[in-house]
């Protein structure tokens, strides 16, 4: 037990060792949210005056919660990918090869990606306070573990996904007609009940429209702006974990 | 868990025992029925060309890939049901890179024996002592990647020698190295098994390499086609390696073959092979007496590669590898993890 920990700690430490050292990671990882949030974000604000509707305040306070989803989507889903061509070419053929079970790698895995997840949506909820969102300790806490979700619900995604497909150019399709649309409907960048009819249905079916919901919730404190109550969301998210999980681990232990 | 490193309970004496060893990808033989047996503290060779097992054979053994049937075990431990006991009694330098580039050395040495669950205090003592093995004391709070090739080289056989293993497998570890790089990381392999009690299994296609071996298999197309000493693989040939282009190779093959105990091999090119068994003697005898005129001539002694040419009928070098052996090997390289 105590090596089974000592395994998931190796594997935890390696990921956030290295994601301290790559500054320009830690950079870019909120840079393109930033540029979401205040170039696009804005640009599509100032057009609500010209087609009319008015609001245009409203709604990047509304685009606020899921450009904070944004990095935790993305962060998650490469880093669990990452295991792949780490399998193939780098340090985890060190791990594989090591006294440790292969689900102290996968969790070891999952916790780094949601560590990394947590740090940066962290870093976008400092900008809160420009658009007039208020966070408070206990709201960021409370942001901290609707980040914690999302990111595990994703990262077991990206294992999942990972043990199947072995290409790296598939990992360019992937993020293309997956994580894109994943994102896209979400609900992060427009509210999706006064969509059409499909997409609201596509919603229904991506687990991030849960996460970025739950996120929307916590940070406006707005009942009008919620698609499902907040229960729900978490229970889904959970419901998701476990499943993904218990997939993903099976999965990655074929051996090959 | 108790210290499996000390554990003698196997009988044959024999560290290594492979049974059958069988290994389909999709229906393709990568392993075909081998089995053979590595005695303690000796140094092992496989010795073959590219895809022709040696990779996939040492991934079975170390636990990274299961085998479609036969038998495997280490140590005494089966690779079936004791994976963790073997895995601790294994030390592994993999033929791709598996170091952290963004870790300094230490910090790579460490993570090593968090794994292998050595205390903080031994592995300080540790980690220096296999610093200095492989001569990087003193570059061990640089990052991996400011290493060079064999500084990295350097680095992993030292990481696979931190938990002290009873056997360490080094799969192709000179491959992408320069030649003095090279040489010097045999050095360091000849100074290893001097001064410690260690078993060394490892993989090379580089014929010269693998002489420092007490015993080769050689293998080819997932079979071993010979086991024994280099001495006794180089004895098989029976005398010294003549090469030489004439006039008129043909008739020159032709006479050849006529005088006594001469039996000419191979026409690569231009060129005919042949062995005799004492060519201080053969070369002047037939320079006077050969019926075409000859334009050069060599007499070397046999190396490994002859013994592969000999057993195949192909150079282990060859560039051109057949349709099947580029099949294998791609999906070798698919499958292999």
């Known amino acids: ?256 | 868990m108790n210290d499996i490193n000390t554990d003698k309970n196997y009988k044959s004496g024999n560290i290594i025992e492979v049974k059958n060893l069988v290994k389909e990808f999709k229906g393709l033989r990568a392993v075909d029925n081998i089995s053979f047996s590595v005695k303690e503290d000796e140094i092992f060779g496989f010795l073959g060309p590219n895809g022709a097992g040696k990779t996939t054979t040492i991934n079975m053994i170390c636990t990274l890939l299961s085998k479609t049937s036969g038998s495997i075990t280490l140590n005494g431990h089966s690779v079936d049901r004791e994976r963790n006991k073997i895995r601790n009694c294994i030390g592994m330098v993999f033929q791709d890179p598996s170091l952290d580039d963004r870790l300094t050395a230490l910090e790579n040495l460490h993570f090593h024996g968090l794994l292998y669950n050595i205390p903080r205090r031994t592995l300080k003592k540790r980690a220096e002592e296999v610093l200095g093995i492989v001569n990087l004391t003193g570059r061990e709070n640089s990052l991996v990647m400011t290493y060079s090739g064999g500084m990295r080289r350097r680095l992993e056989i030292a990481r696979g020698l931190l938990h002290y293993p009873r056997v360490l497998f080094l799969d192709e570890p000179t491959l992408g190295l320069d030649p003095q790089t090279r040489n010097k990381i045999w050095d360091y392999i000849i100074r290893l098994r001097k001064n410690r009690k260690i078993t060394i299994f490892l993989t090379s296609h580089y014929m010269e390499e693998t002489e420092i071996c007490d015993r080769i298999a050689v293998i080819d197309r997932g079979k071993i086609i010979a086991l024994d000493s280099p001495e006794n693989l180089k004895n098989m040939i029976g005398g010294d390696i003549i090469t030489l282009t004439s006039e008129d190779n043909a008739r020159l093959k032709e006479y050849a073959n006529r005088m006594d105990g001469i039996e000419v091999h191979n026409i690569k090119e231009d060129k005919i092979r042949f062995e005799v068994k004492n060519s201080s003697e053969f070369i002047p005898k037939l320079i006077k007496e050969s019926p075409v005129k000859i334009l050069s001539i060599t007499a070397r002694k046999p190396t490994l590669n002859d013994v592969f040419l000999e057993l195949t009928g192909r150079e282990i070098r060859e560039e051109s590898a057949s349709l099947k052996d580029n099949m294998r090997m791609r999906i070798r390289r698919r499958m292999r993890h």
């Open chain 1, 1 to 256: 037990m105590k090596r089974e920990l000592a395994g998931i700690y190796t594997v935890w430490l390696r990921d956030i060792k290295r994601y301290l050292r790559d500054r320009p990671r830690v950079i870019g990882s909120f840079a393109q949210p930033v540029l979401f949030l205040f170039v696009l974000g804005t640009g599509i604000a100032s057009s609500f005056n010209v087609f009319g509707g008015g609001g245009g305040k409203d709604f990047l306070y509304f685009m606020f919660p899921g450009i904070v989803g944004m990095p935790v989507l993305f962060t998650s889903f490469f880093s669990a990918m990452s295991i792949v061509w780490d399998r193939e070419f780098g340090f985890l053929r060190e791990i594989l090869v090591a006294p440790v079970s292969r689900i102290s790698i996968v969790v070891g895995k999952l916790l780094g990606g949601s560590t990394i997840a947590m740090i940066q949506g962290s870093i976008i909820l400092m900008f809160g306070p420009l658009l007039g969102v208020q966070i408070n300790f206990l709201i960021f806490l409370k942001v901290l573990g609707i980040v914690f979700l999302i990111a595990m619900v994703i990262s077991n995604m990206g294992i999942m996904l990972a043990s199947v497909i072995k290409s790296m150019q598939a990992f360019q399709v992937i993020t293309n007609f997956l994580l894109m649309p994943m994102f896209f409907l979400s609900g992060a960048l427009f509210p999706l009940n006064q969509t059409v009819e499909w997409m609201n249905i596509v919603s229904k079916i991506n687990p991030l429209s849960y996460g970025i919901d739950a996120m929307r919730f916590t940070i406006l404190n707005d009942l009008s702006l919620q698609l499902y109550p907040l229960w729900l969301d978490i229970v889904v998210l959970v419901f998701l974990i476990i499943v993904f999980s218990i997939i993903g681990t099976f999965l990655f232990n074929r051996q090959d």
